[in-house]
């Protein structure tokens, strides 16, 4: 039988690989299985044995056994002194017998614990070890053979041996005030400090904002009452006289036409007077509904062209402060009126949009624009948007004119939403606060004040 000569086979399919010759005689399937499984059992410990060397899973050439230490109570950190002790705690599985424990603890050097005349701690037979130590920063540990002395005080540990078995170290625990859990509560304690200022600032902001807004208003519906009930009565008494001369004036009387004109202008006259003491009183409506209040501004305005006009309202509408809700009526209607009289305009629109952050109000129309003289210094008889202007910055609000020739204008007014909205402040964690203020607030009111309050 002749030998094969440099053959070798493939480990997973069980086929020959031939270099020179091809064998006279081919392996058996058996053999063929016993040297695949062979190799891969091989290659896969090899993997195994590397991949735990890299991970440090196994113990490759660590595999020395003994006893260690292990500490279950540490003292926390402090200064060390005579009077404070603490006490220490720990295991030494795998201890012998005879061995004890040798405390350290680190104010500077290393100082013996408890005492330099009885430094030794005793191991129970449950491997278990307990002892006092003066405070420190760190705190050491050594598991020592018998016969060992420990020095007094060192500025460094010893190594393993001499006696030395193990060494352990650990640091001791922080107070409370250093924990992270402890900084972490002072942090929030302070940002909700910080908001409850701010959110209590707010409110005496916002308060003193609203009664400056309410005295303007009881001052302004007082002089609307004068108005009408001086002015306006002055007027229709003088209307009424002229209408009766004029009934006794002949048809052909060179007078009868004059009149009549002296009569068409008074009746225009009383109709803004009586507009403007509308305007000037306190409009509960216009601070519950926004929106219808606008939609009858065009029926109001005698003598204005009809133009197309619509309302559109943005989101859903919430209550508003009466004097904020009069304001905002004023100023829209301000900018309604001269829209509708002086712009020329065939469409005129309002949109009010209620978002938590603000109240959005918004009057455009396609008319002729304003003239730049009079949008930069009023000049007589155009004392509009200087008024707006002034109403504007009384409650807070923010008004921007955007206007060009021939392409129509643009009045956008914005106020914040906390000075805007109604607010529900006694339900709210902070509420106590804010009824705190307005009772020390009560309290510190001259007699004057309370007597005017009255």
């Known amino acids: ?5 440099d053959c070798r086979y493939d480990c997973v399919n069980g086929r020959p690989l031939v270099r020179g010759r091809i064998p006279t005689q081919p392996l058996h399937n058996n053999e063929l299985e016993r040297m695949f499984f062979s190799t891969r059992f091989h290659l896969r410990s090899a993997f195994l044995l590397s991949l735990c060397v890299l991970l440090a899973g196994c113990p490759a050439r660590n595999t020395k ?85 420990p020095p007094t005080t060192i500025d460094a540990l010893p190594n393993e041996g001499s006696g030395v ?20 509560a002072v942090t929030a304690a302070f940002v909700l400090a910080a908001l409850a200022l701010f959110r209590l600032r707010m409110l005496q902001v916002t308060r003193q904002l609203n009664l400056r807004l309410e005295e303007r208003l009881a001052e302004r519906t007082r002089i609307a009452q004068e108005l009408h009930d001086t002015l306006l009565q002055d007027f229709l008494s003088v209307s009424m006289q002229l209408h009766v001369a004029n009934d006794q004036l002949a048809v052909d009387s060179p007078a ?47 003598g204005a062209k009809q133009a197309r006009f619509r309302v559109i309202v943005e989101g859903l509408a919430r209550p508003l402060r009466p004097a904020i809700g009069d304001e905002l009526f004023l100023i829209g ?19 009010l949009e209620y978002a938590a952050a603000q109240l959005r109000l918004l009057v455009r129309d396609n008319g002729r624009g304003i003239i730049s003289d009079v949008l930069q210094s009023p000049r007589d008889g155009h004392w509009g948007l200087s008024g707006m202007r002034e109403r504007a910055g009384r409650i807070g609000a923010k008004l921007r004119v955007l206007t060009r020739a021939e392409a129509g ?44 309050a009255s």
């Open 333 to 351: 209607r301000e900018a309604l009126a001269n829209a509708f009289r002086h712009s020329n305009a065939s469409e005129i629109e309002v949109e």
């Open 409 to 452: 204008t643009e009045i956008e007014l914005t106020v914040p939403g906390h000075l805007a909205y109604l607010s529900h402040d006694d339900g709210r964690p902070l509420g106590w606060i804010s009824r705190l203020h307005s009772r020390m607030a009560k309290g510190t009111e001259s007699p004057f004040e309370r007597e005017r």
């Open 65 to 149: 056994l003994g006893p260690t230490i292990e500490f279950t109570r540490v003292p926390p950190a402090g200064e060390g002194g005579p009077d404070k002790l603490d006490a220490i705690e720990g295991r030494v599985p795998g201890a012998r017998p005879g061995q004890q424990i040798v405390l350290f603890a680190r104010w500077g050097p290393w100082w013996v614990q408890p005492l330099a005349a009885n430094p030794y701690t005793e191991i129970q037979p449950d491997a278990k070890w307990r002892s006092s130590t003066h405070l420190g920063t760190e705190y050491a540990a050594l598991l020592v053979d018998p016969g060992y002395r």
């Open 1 to 5: 039988m002749t030998a094969p000569t």
């Open 256 to 302: 009868k036409p004059l009149v009549a004109r002296v009569l068409d202008m008074m009746g225009r006259v009383i109709q803004e007077g009586r507009n403007t003491v509308q305007g000037l009183r306190s409009s509960q409506w216009g601070s519950q509904d926004l929106g219808n209040a606008f939609s009858r501004i065009q029926q109001e305005l005698a």
């Open 165 to 184: 078995i193990v060494v352990a170290i650990t640091k001791g625990m922080p107070a409370f005030w250093q924990t992270w859990w402890f900084l972490l």
